[in-house]
């Protein structure tokens, strides 16, 4: 089901803003609440937080993010899911959500509607209330943007930045495949990575949005160099079926496909690598991998990392 109608009547334009503004509220429910902690002010007014604040921002392109396959609701459930594991990759958890629609006049009202009762579902999930936006138009196409304001789930928020030589890589879950439906179907790991921000031996944390082989630049220190294994890591299923249909391997999707919203982080050197393991296991369901470590100069057997690319957003 695509976002468009060919019958006026049926169409945004026909609502006019204020209008469509009203209906918005009406399908989000009680996934907004009242003026002036949402929607209704020129800005929502959020109560002081304990901990560090944190706020990050993600758009759905229709065409780029999604396509016809992808109900709505789904398309909704991403927007907010993949703001919520940036959330995750800092130990941080949701406090307030605004969107911003970009809409062609021939946007359907009822794919709209289905697309905020969607948003209005997972906002209640994850208890993340939407408490404003905007709407603007544009010749065509459809846009929405989703800025996610968070708080530290403790006294520590995790950055990229912090591994040393030495230091042993870890990722969550199974890579590669995320176009077979994995992309909007994920969960984001919340839960985890505020464990993980808890714990004085993780020194770095990130999610991994477009692809490992890319990604893992983002945390590798200077003077370091990252040594994988190819058996180390860990491919999905779905990896291994898009291998058999298009003669690329699976490792290299499960490197390069991007959109797995997994967590990849770094435990220092010192750290007793198998205490911390057993403890994720008693905390955990998540699968989770030790795939390598940074060294001087990568082993011999080591993945060739910079044959691999990830996904590249201007190209």
Partial sequence: MHPFTATTADSVSTLGELRLI??????????????????????????PSRHPQVVTVDPVVYGEHFDDSIPPRAVAAKLLKRNLSDLAAMGA???????????????????????????AATSR???????????????????????LIGEAAGPRVLTRRGAKLGDAIYVTGTLG???????????????????????????????????LA????????????????ASSI???????????????????????????????????????HAKFEAAWRRKFRTRLTHIGRFTCTPASDALPLATFQGYEHLR
């Avoid at 209906?23 to 902690?37: E, V």
């Avoid at 994850?126 to 905007?134: E, H, N």
């Fill in 22 to 47: 009203a209906a918005i509220r009406r399908w989000l429910g009680n996934a907004t609440p009242p003026s002036p902690a949402g929607i209704g002010d020129d800005c929502a007014v959020l109560s």
């Fill in 93 to 119: 958890r949701p406090r307030a959500a605004v969107i911003s629609l970009a809409l062609a006049p021939s946007v359907s009202t009822r794919w709209l509607e289905q697309f905020y009762r969607g948003l």
């Fill in 125 to 147: 999930t994850y208890r993340t209330p939407i408490v404003g936006g905007d709407i603007t138009r544009q010749p065509s196409g459809f846009t929405a943007s989703l800025t």
């Fill in 177 to 211: 495949g995320s176009i077979l439906g994995h992309h909007h179907r994920f969960t984001p790991r919340l839960v985890e990575g505020a464990w993980l921000a808890a714990r004085p031996e993780v020194r770095s944390l990130m999610d991994l949005s477009d692809g």
């Fill in 214 to 229: 890319k990604d893992l630049h983002a945390l590798t220190p200077d003077n370091a160099t990252p040594s994988l294994l």
């Fill in 234 to 272: 860990p491919i999905s299923a779905a990896a291994h079926t898009l291998a058999k249909r298009d003669q690329r391997s699976a490792v290299e999707h499960a490197l390069s496909d991007g959109e797995d919203f997994e967590l990849l982080f770094t435990v220092a050197a010192r750290a007793d």
